[in-house]
Antibody, heavy 123, light 108 residues
Framework: QVQLVESGGGVVQPGRSLRLSCAASGFTFSTHLIHWVRQAPGKGLEWVAVISYDGSNKYYADSVKGRFTVSRDNSKSTVYLQLNSLRAEDTAVYYC????????????????WGQGTTVTVSS | SYELTQPPSVSVSPGQTARITCSGDGLPKTYVYWYQQKSGQAPVLVIYEDNKRPSGIPERFSGSSSGTMATLTISGAQVEDEADYYCYSADSSGNRGVFGIGTKVSVL
């Protein structure tokens, strides 16, 4: 079945780094944009980043620009989110989600979500 | 930065109609999507492209959009519809996404 599975979360000190992974299965991975969305404890959803289907275009929220980097390996059906210079306010559940359109240049909505991986930034 | 505005909460009695609004200056040019999120779970798409319902979503969920406002309507709300609901759209560049703050729907 169509599925996204995140991994890589954990507890990390401020200023340190972490790499999250999002493994896809059950669909043609290389034709879909993939988004990252996060949710801080008790807060709403925050869009974080997106990567185009071929990895050539990447866009970020202002809150993470310059610190986070999204990449993908279509041969492994996996998207990565590198989190650098982590801050306490980056503490959240991080979801990856599939854009519902295929082979498009712009973002649309997300129709498939993973269950999320938790990142806690604390000393 | 682009914002989508939602009411923080909506309360209805079982069987009544709940309406959740989402306003944003860019909505005339972009699609709106609605997500349901129950406690401790990942979001679920309930309406896409303003008014389309994914397979498996009950018919009591419907969406509309006119001008700068979109509305999610739950007709005959059920207790199991209690959740947070988020509207989502692309920003003016079409390259980034934006969520509303979320609306907590109580059915009691």
């Amino acid at each position: 079945q169509v599925q996204l599975v995140e991994s890589g979360g954990g507890v990390v000190q401020p200023g340190r780094s972490l790499r999250l992974s999002c493994a896809a299965s059950g669909f043609t991975f290389s034709t879909h944009l993939i988004h990252w969305v996060r949710q801080a404890p008790g807060k709403g959803l925050e869009w974080v980043a997106v990567i185009s289907y071929d990895g050539s275009n990447k866009y970020y929220a202002d809150s993470v620009k310059g610190r986070f980097t999204v990449s993908r390996d279509n041969s492994k059906s996996t998207v990565y989110l590198q989190l650098n210079s982590l801050r306490a306010e980056d503490t959240a559940v991080y979801y990856c989600a599939r854009d519902m359109r295929q082979l498009v240049l712009f973002v649309y909505g997300m129709d498939v979500w993973g269950q999320g991986t938790t990142v806690t930034v604390s000393s | 930065s682009y914002e989508l505005t939602q009411p923080p909460s909506v309360s209805v009695s079982p069987g009544q109609t709940a309406r959740i609004t989402c306003s944003g200056d860019g909505l005339p040019k972009t699609y709106v999507y609605w997500y349901q999120q129950k406690s401790g779970q990942a979001p679920v798409l309930v309406i896409y492209e303003d008014n389309k319902r994914p397979s498996g979503i009950p018919e009591r969920f419907s969406g509309s959009s006119s001008g700068t406002m979109a509305t999610l309507t739950i007709s005959g709300a059920q207790v199991e519809d209690e959740a947070d609901y988020y509207c989502y759209s692309a920003d003016s560049s079409g390259n980034r996404g934006v969520f509303g703050i979320g609306t907590k729907v109580s059915v009691l």
